[in-house]
C-alpha cells in the first residue's frame, strides 16, 4: 500500500506557474504508475497527467499540453506537476494518484486504472 500526501498548491495570478509535489510513502514507488487529476466546483474529476515507472512516457489532457508537465524522482518518492501559463480554468483541486504496473513503460490515464489517491491541493488561478 502507498500514501499519497500533495503540496504546493495555492494562489496564483493567471500567467504564473506552480509546482506541485507528490510524497509518497514506502520503498517500491518505481513500482507505480503515477498521475494528477483536478476537479473544478460543479466539475467531474478530470485527467491531467500521467508518468510511467521510469519515467520515460508521459501523457497530458490537451486543455494542459504544453503548458504542463509531469516528472518524477524515484530516490525520493516524488512526482511533481509544473504548472506554467497558468489561466482560471485551472482552477481546481489536484490530486495525485497511484497504481502498481509490472511494465516500466506504461502510464493510465482512466480515473478507474487509479487505486491509490491523495488527498488533493487547491489551486486558485485569479484574473
Known amino acids: 500500500q502507498v500514501q499519497l500526501v500533495e503540496s504546493g498548491g495555492g494562489l496564483v495570478q493567471a500567467g504564473g506557474s506552480l509546482r506541485l509535489s507528490c510524497a509518497a510513502s514506502g520503498r517500491t514507488f518505481s513500482s507505480y504508475v503515477m498521475g494528477w487529476f483536478r476537479q473544478a466546483p460543479g466539475k467531474e474529476r478530470e485527467f491531467v497527467a500521467a508518468?510511467?515507472?521510469?519515467?520515460?512516457?508521459?501523457h497530458y489532457a490537451d486543455s494542459v499540453k504544453g503548458r504542463f508537465s509531469i516528472a518524477r524522482d524515484n530516490a525520493k518518492n516524488t512526482v511533481y506537476l509544473q504548472m506554467n501559463s497558468l489561466n482560471t480554468e485551472d482552477t481546481a483541486v489536484y490530486r495525485c494518484?497511484?497504481?502498481?504496473?509490472?511494465?516500466?513503460?506504461?502510464?493510465?490515464?482512466?480515473?478507474?486504472?487509479?487505486?491509490?489517491w491523495g488527498q488533493g491541493t487547491q489551486v486558485t488561478v485569479s484574473s
Open positions: 508518468i510511467s515507472r521510469s519515467g520515460s512516457n508521459t
Open positions: 494518484a497511484a497504481v502498481a504496473s509490472a511494465s516500466r513503460s506504461y502510464y493510465a490515464i482512466e480515473e478507474y486504472d487509479y487505486v491509490y
